[in-house]
């Protein structure tokens, strides 16, 4: 079985920076592309960037220039570094992995979120 566990979240001012980590753990070959998500409460669920296992990025228009995602493949851990984050960023942040498990299984996993509240 398989499990990401993110972290990171909380509270922080207008102008602030987080970074949200995601550790995936398990029966786990190869971690193809991984991403960040989120959404606010009675909205859809978002796209904010993703990665591929050769380091290709794309993000949403909204946090260009603010989001950093990164990913350690050696440890199957994902990041986003987040800055100058703004009120509207407020949202619960889910993690997402496609995963290749040793027995040949492909799978498409989400973390349980983690909490993300920008305000003064």
């Known amino acids: 079985q398989v499990q990401l566990a993110e972290s990171g979240g909380g509270l922080v001012q207008p102008g602030g920076s987080l970074r949200l980590t995601c550790a995936a753990s398990g029966s786990i070959r190869v971690i193809k592309t991984m991403g960040w998500y989120r959404q606010i409460l009675g909205k859809q669920r978002e796209l904010v960037a993703t990665?591929?296992?050769?380091?290709?990025?794309n993000y949403a228009d909204s946090v260009k220039g603010r989001f950093t995602i990164s990913r350690d493949n050696a440890k199957n851990t994902l990041f986003l570094q987040m800055n100058s984050l703004k009120p509207e960023d407020t949202a619960v942040y889910y993690c997402?992995?496609?995963?290749?498990?040793?027995?040949?299984?492909?799978?498409?996993?989400w973390g349980q979120g983690t909490q993300v509240t920008v305000s003064s």
């Open positions: 990665i591929t296992i050769y380091g290709t990025t």
């Open positions: 997402n992995a496609d995963i290749v498990a040793w027995s040949a299984d492909r799978t498409d996993y």
